[in-house]
């Protein structure tokens, strides 16, 4: 089964800053998922990626198939963007499984 | 009313209780999924609707029942349930079951059992 590995797990940086949070998994996959989850319970999915890089607005994500690696990148960083950032992949290689395999979120808090 | 919607948005049940968690999609999905957050632990997943037909059941113990009447309604009936149980429960859905299909989140049920 695939195991999922984010870092950092809590991150505190002042507003403006360049972000990086890093997503391991153990499994091949064909996609992985960024989710953003605020205070208060709410998910919202920023990507979903199968290969390479995707941008939206100062959110950027990539992802490296063969090194079982993904990055999430926030350019700019304001307090708004205080979250937790959520990885997902499939549970299995292959397909065999419907749902996603969350990793533990790395916990984002931007200071004015 | 679009979007994914779960009611009710709060519930505190004792353990001899029955209640039922209710989710509606509104986007023309044809997969539905019940999600288990507990404090400190990751996203768990529990059931998975396909077509109205459940594709995966995590393990869950059989005090939650999921029922998936058309592909736009999803239930978790709760019954006799544990404290350990008090969790947010989040429903999502997505086009179909697949890890290639962006999932949508429901805002979830703060369950508390006491």
């Known amino acids: 089964k695939n195991e999922v590995e984010q870092s950092p797990q809590n991150l505190t940086a002042q507003e403006g800053e360049f972000i990086t949070i890093n997503c391991s998994y153990s499994?091949?996959?064909?996609?992985l998922h960024w989710l953003q989850q605020h205070p208060g319970g709410g998910i919202v999915s920023l990507f979903m990626?199968?290969?390479g890089k995707k941008k939206h607005g100062r959110l950027i994500a990539t992802i490296n198939i063969q090194e079982k690696h993904s990055s999430l990148h926030i350019t700019a960083s304001h307090p708004r963007d205080s979250a937790v950032y959520i990885c997902?992949?499939?549970?299995?290689?292959?397909?065999?499984?419907?749902?996603?395999?969350f990793g533990k979120g790395t916990h984002l808090i931007i200071q004015p | 009313e679009t979007g994914v919607t779960q009611t009710p948005r709060h519930l505190v049940m004792g353990m001899t209780n029955k209640k039922s968690l209710k989710c509606e999609q509104h986007?023309?999905?044809?997969?539905m999924y019940w999600y288990k957050q507990s404090a400190k632990k990751p996203l768990e997943l529990m059931f998975v609707?396909?077509?109205?037909?459940?594709?995966e059941n995590n393990s869950v113990p059989s005090r939650f029942s999921p029922e998936c009447p058309n592909s736009s309604h999803l239930f978790l009936h709760l019954h006799t349930l544990q404290p350990e149980d008090s969790a947010l429960y989040l429903c999502?859905?997505?086009?179909?079951?697949?890890?290639?299909?962006?999932?949508?989140f429901g805002p979830g049920t703060r369950l508390t059992v006491t």
């Open positions: 499994v091949g996959i064909s996609a």
């Open positions: 997902a992949v499939p549970p299995y290689s292959g397909g065999g499984a419907d749902g996603l395999t």
């Open positions: 986007l023309g999905h044809n997969a």
């Open positions: 990626l199968s290969s």
């Open positions: 999502a859905s997505s086009q179909e079951a697949s890890e290639n299909y962006e999932q949508y």
């Open positions: 609707y396909n077509f109205k037909e459940q594709t």
